[in-house]
Every structure is written in structure tokens, then in C-alpha cells.
């Protein structure tokens, strides 16, 4: 080809560790001028970072860090139309949105940022730290969430500076449920590009394995992908065909160093299929 492929990621780490360095080289692959797409879990937060990207909202500067959005993604005139874009990936890792006064939250940075530092103060907050986000919030129980949010904002450390915020964002953090058939679809009605789905995996079994998280969340996004004619991509078959233990951190949820540019083909083999510049790929992971 006389051009790298121009990919639009949308998804968290494990799209974005691998396609990163092959982006920078712009060789096989390549972003598009106005940059990187942040790390994105949810429908909402994709919504959300289109929108700002066209212009259309912004996320306050102090909720910017939990939403896992830099301070220097902003409106792009050029974005417009997505002409320069070759291929759409995209990787939803969660059905469930965080919102945070018509903000979305990453659960990540959410964790990282607000929860991490009451954790640390023992037991009893890590407790409730988990009730309020697993239980409550992604487990859709309001009742758990509300009666955890009041016990975990009482832990809060006085000395913290951002105590104010984080007390707010525990106690009107709201979760909802997007149906993932209409978020692909919302998706391409936006964007209007060749559009690819990544199959998120929760996390591996020693044997390979694939487990779903919320249980049927993989079945029902390569059923909404097969309804709209999106072709999709598991990297859980060149995990296993490259092996395990040499694929994934000890966590067998993350890449090792070693496989990232193994994965990182693949999905770029994807991403031609999906813009009309390659073959279907087949499974190929050797060293």
C-alpha cells in the first residue's frame, strides 16, 4: 500500500498498548491528524469523547481527570465528516455508565483518582470502596449504592485536597445500561466510516479461556455486530494460538511486552480487512 491505514481506536488498553507504537511509526498504521482518541469503557464515554471532538459538549476541567479526558483533547474542525479516516475499531469493555452530572466517568481513573487514596486508609473503606462501585454502581443496585455512597464519604481523610469533589462525585454518581445494539448503531450513524468490532475480554482462564464480565456480554456483541454486518475481532484466539503464559501479565487480564507487537499485526490485519485494504485475516501468532 503507498499509505499506512488511518484507524480511529476507540476503546481502553488493550487497543490502545499495542497500536501505539505501530501508530507513531506510520508505517502500517496511523491515527488521524487531530490525535489520539482518549481511553474509552463504556458507549457513554465514546459519545462523550465524539461529541467533544465535534464540538458539540465539554467535560468540566476538574471532572477531566476522572473521566480519563487530557486537558488537550478539545474540538477538531478537521474531524468533521471523519473523511481522513480508513477504519473505526472499536472495543466497549462495559454495557454500564458511570455519570457524573451529565458527565461519564471512566471506572478506571474513577478508581485510580478518588477511590484508591480512601482505600488506603484500611479495611473498612475498601469495603465499602467496593459495595459502592461493584455492587452499586455496576451492579445496578441502587439501594447497595446509596447506603455504601453515605458510609464511604464519612472515610473520606480530611486532609485531602479534593475532598469537596470526591464527596459529590460518590454521592450523585449515577450507573445506567446501554443496550449494545443501539450503541453500534449510534456509533455508525456518527461516524459513517468502515467500522470494526474488537471483542473485549474480561479476563483469561489458565487455559485460555475467555470469561465474560457482566456474564453473556461477549454473546451479546457479536449477536448486535452480526445484526448490523460489522465483522469482529478476538484477540482471544491469538492468545491462545500464541500461548497463555506468554501472552498475559500474571493478572491474565493484560498483554506482556512481548506479545504487544504479536497483537498489534493482528489487529492491524483486522483494520485493512475492515477498510477494504487487505484480506480477511486468519489467526496467526507466531514469535
Known amino acids: 500500500m503507498d499509505r499506512p491505514t488511518t484507524v480511529l481506536p476507540m476503546g481502553a488498553c488493550l487497543l490502545h498498548g499495542p497500536l501505539n507504537p505501530v501508530a507513531r511509526e506510520r508505517a502500517r498504521l496511523a491515527y488521524p491528524k487531530y490525535g489520539t482518541f482518549p481511553g474509552v469503557s463504556t458507549f457513554g464515554e465514546m459519545f462523550q469523547a465524539l461529541d467533544i471532538l465535534l464540538g458539540k459538549t465539554d467535560v468540566p476541567a476538574e471532572i477531566r481527570p476522572i473521566a480519563n479526558m487530557r486537558a488537550n483533547f478539545v474540538a477538531k474542525p478537521s474531524a468533521a465528516g471523519f473523511a481522513e479516516v480508513d477504519a473505526v475499531l472499536v472495543e466497549v469493555s462495559s454495557p454500564v455508565d458511570l455519570e457524573y452530572r451529565g458527565s461519564f466517568l471512566n471506572r478506571n481513573t474513577l478508581t485510580q483518582i478518588v477511590l484508591n487514596p480512601i482505600r488506603a486508609t484500611g479495611r473498612e473503606a475498601a469495603k ?160
Not at 455504601?148 to 481523610?157: H, S, T
Not at 468502515?194 to 451479546?220: C, H, K, N
Open 128 to 287: 465499602a470502596a467496593a459495595q459502592w462501585l461493584r455492587l452499586g454502581l455496576v451492579g445496578m443496585d441502587d439501594e447497595v449504592r446509596a447506603q455504601a455512597a453515605e458510609e464511604l464519604v464519612k472515610l473520606i481523610p480530611a486532609e485531602l485536597p479534593d475532598r469537596e469533589l470526591f464527596a459529590d462525585v460518590i454521592l450523585e454518581t449515577r450507573s445506567s445500561e446501554t443496550n449494545v445494539l443501539e450503541g453500534f448503531t449510534r456509533l455508525r450513524s456518527i461516524i459513517q466510516r468502515p467500522m470494526g468490532i474488537s471483542v473485549y475480554t474480561f479476563q483469561y482462564l489458565a487455559d485460555g479461556r475467555a470469561l465474560s464480565w457482566p456474564a453473556g456480554f461477549q454473546e451479546t456483541v457479536l449477536a448486535a455486530a452480526e445484526t448490523l454486518g460489522l465483522p469482529t475481532f478476538q484477540a482471544s484466539d491469538v492468545v491462545r494460538e500464541y500461548g497463555v503464559k506468554r501472552a498475559l501479565r500474571d493478572d491474565l487480564r493484560h498483554y506482556t511486552e512481548e506479545f504487544n507487537p504479536v497483537i498489534a499485526e493482528a489487529l492491524a490485519d483486522f483494520v485493512d480487512f475492515v477498510a477494504g485494504r487487505g484480506e480477511r485475516p486468519q489467526v496467526r501468532a507466531t514469535a
